[in-house]
């Protein structure tokens, strides 16, 4: 991967090296950028695209403009001229090889995006947040540098309590932040509880959890940035209670199921490693701290049947990849990372070689949040690999969406199922009256009936409440075949865990509310020979289509050129004709001024 960088000194280094062939293994080949891609191409095969300057001038720009919303016509015609161009190009070279090789030997697997709603205390900080002066004006374009809000944002969707910590590190560095000052106050509001008190709340021991209650606990830990003691409270945060439930459920259960946590942030970690500490779960930890003699330890035991382990909490940019985790058979990756190889490559560590279960990998992410427009923009970025299946090509963040990324959206399950203009489903806005600031909440439609994927009822929701009443209670669509992973349309659609084929996951969120809607993504050996059929046959189709048009535009340019063979005849009559009539007139004319035609009298 550091190949991407062309000016990085490894990459230097091995592009010196004399070589007849060379031959790279990535299974990103384009993270960011068509530079990256680039600059693997040129390494294998020097200038077979040309220079760096040539291909931005010839190729880059050109699709890159095209994917802007007031690109022209004709640009958008050209820049698809060029992708099919280089797409040529490179695939001469190019070998792809997808997870069908491996699943063969491997258990299925279920992929969830799992939604969840966010809590008041959450809701509130957040509006206090994106209505602040600093964040209007980035509405407005007057202020560029957004990322510090934007990681606020990230940081409330994954618990209130990263957003006081943050506050109060700010107060010990006597750099008190106003803004950071307003949006706990609104925590404060919600929960009663003041910064200069300690932090702890009613321990209960229990099996369940509920909106209200407390995680089962006797100890007492450091939030890890107030330096007050702190318990952490999952039902503070939607996704932090469904990942404790989860784990409850999974511990309850005791058929020896792990769990891998995964996110982009250790102040995450922290959060969820003292829930685990606190509910006595044997917990291990790797992350960017952990020396590398230590990580090959931590990952033998938890691998090791034998061993007590429970959960391993992973840093993505510490061990995302390069790591088999194979212990565990779920996997939450807990926030997303705007570098989709990213997200990916982490959610692998569980479906590797020696795997025996069913593996579960769930990406959480806040209901109506940035965390779904990060996720949307994972699935736009992941189209740039498609520059070389001749597919679109996709830009940078455009200002509409860097907007976009500050506004909350309290009237869906799922503003990801809403952008993807999912015409299987339906939902309907309904008044929710116990919602605190007074928008609307999505509900689905009557009473969510599954729909008929073929053209059984015609009408392609899935929500749709004209079904049998035995029916009256499935609210969820299926997956269409085998679809890709970022064809999320063709996923399985569920507006309630109940529908999820993941009894686990039914079980721990059984009465509750907090997961609003669910994408499902079945992978397994049969599914995949399916898919490599349907694409072989839909490739002989293909082919057996173009010579079809083929024939056929032979056909019509014959009909043409005998069309325009008869006109150049007719034309060429004409002109004869007129030729010869001129002619004669010409004689006429002649024999009158000689005089040798008798005029009449």
């Excluded at 797409?87 to 992929?111: C, D, M, W, Y």
């Excluded at 503070?236 to 404790?244: E, T």
């Excluded at 942030?265 to 230590?294: E, F, H, I």
Aim: aromatic residues 4%.
């Amino acid at each position: 991967h550091k190949l991407k960088n062309a000016e990085s000194e490894i990459a230097k280094a091995l592009d010196s090296l004399p070589a007849l062939k060379r031959i790279l293994l990535s299974g990103t080949p384009m993270q960011n950028e068509l530079g990256e891609f680039f600059n693997m191409v040129n390494f294998c095969n020097p200038n077979v695209i040309g220079t760096i300057s040539e291909f931005r001038k010839k190729y880059e720009r050109p699709i890159l403009e095209s994917r802007e919303p007031d690109c022209s016509d004709s640009k958008k015609k050209k820049a698809m001229i060029l992708q099919k161009e280089l797409s040529t190009i490179v695939n001469e070279f190019i070998l792809k090889r997808g997870n069908i090789l491996n699943a063969q030997h491997l258990p299925p697997k279920l992929v969830q995006f799992v939604v969840c709603r966010l809590t008041d205390e959450q809701k509130a900080m957040y509006d206090t947040l994106i209505g602040t002066k600093d964040v209007r004006h980035i509405m407005a374009g007057k202020q560029c540098d957004s990322l510090i809000y934007i990681r606020h944002l990230i940081n409330i969707c994954s618990h209130p309590q990263l957003i006081i910590d943050t506050y109060k590190n700010k107060i010990k560095a006597n750099e008190p932040s106003e803004l950071l000052e307003n949006v706990v106050k609104e925590s404060e509001a919600r929960t009663g509880m003041g910064l200069g008190s300690t932090i702890a709340s009613t321990v209960q021991k229990s099996t369940g959890v509920g909106r209200s209650g407390m995680i089962g606990s006797n100890s007492k830990l450091s939030s890890g940035g107030g330096g007050g003691t702190v318990l952490i409270d999952p039902n503070r945060s939607g996704k932090l209670m469904v990942l404790y439930r989860l784990m409850l459920t999974m511990r309850a259960l005791k058929n020896g199921e792990r769990i891998v946590v995964v996110s982009n942030y250790t102040s995450t970690l922290d959060l969820v490693d003292q829930m685990c500490k606190q509910s006595n779960w044997p917990v291990l930890r790797l992350d960017g701290s952990t020396a590398g003699t230590k990580r090959t330890r931590l990952v033998a035991e938890f691998n090791d049947p034998g061993s007590g382990a429970f959960a391993f909490l992973l840093s993505s940019k510490a061990g995302g990849c390069g790591i088999n985790l194979i212990g565990g058979s779920r996997l939450v990756l807990f926030d997303p990372d705007w570098n989709p190889a990213s997200d990916k490559q982490a959610a692998g560590r569980i479906w590797r070689e020696g795997q025996k279960r069913r593996c579960f990998i769930y990406r959480f992410m806040s209901s109506g949040s940035i965390e779904e427009k990060i996720i949307q923009r994972q699935l736009s970025k992941e189209g740039l690999q498609n520059i070389v299946e001749n597919e679109d090509q996709v830009n940078e963040i455009s200002n509409k969406e860097l907007k976009s990324l500050f506004i909350r959206r309290d009237d869906t399950p799922s503003d990801t199922h809403d952008t993807l203009k999912c015409k299987r489903c339906s939902t309907v806005m309904l008044k929710d009256s116990s919602n605190a600031t007074g928008s609307s909440a999505a509900m689905s439609i009557d009473q969510e009936n599954k729909v008929d994927n073929g053209n059984g009822n015609g009408n392609g929701n899935c929500f749709d409440s004209s079904n049998d009443e035995e029916d009256e209670d499935i609210k969820y669509v299926d997956q269409e075949g085998c679809p890709d992973d970022t064809d999320l349309n063709k996923w399985s659609h569920h507006a309630s865990v109940e529908t999820c084929d993941d009894d686990v996951l039914k079980k721990a969120m059984a009465g509750d509310d907090t997961v609003s809607f669910v994408f499902g993504l079945e992978v397994n050996w049969d599914l995949l020979q399916e898919k490599e059929l349907e694409e072989r046959d839909a490739k002989e189709l293909k082919k057996e289509q173009l010579a079809n048009d083929l024939l056929e535009l032979n056909e019509k340019r014959m009909a043409v050129a005998k069309e325009e063979a008869k006109r150049i005849a007719l034309n060429k009559e004409r002109q004869e004709r007129t030729l010869a009539e001129s002619a004669n007139a010409m004689v006429i004319e002649d024999d009158v001024v000689t005089g040798s035609v008798a005029l009449p009298a």
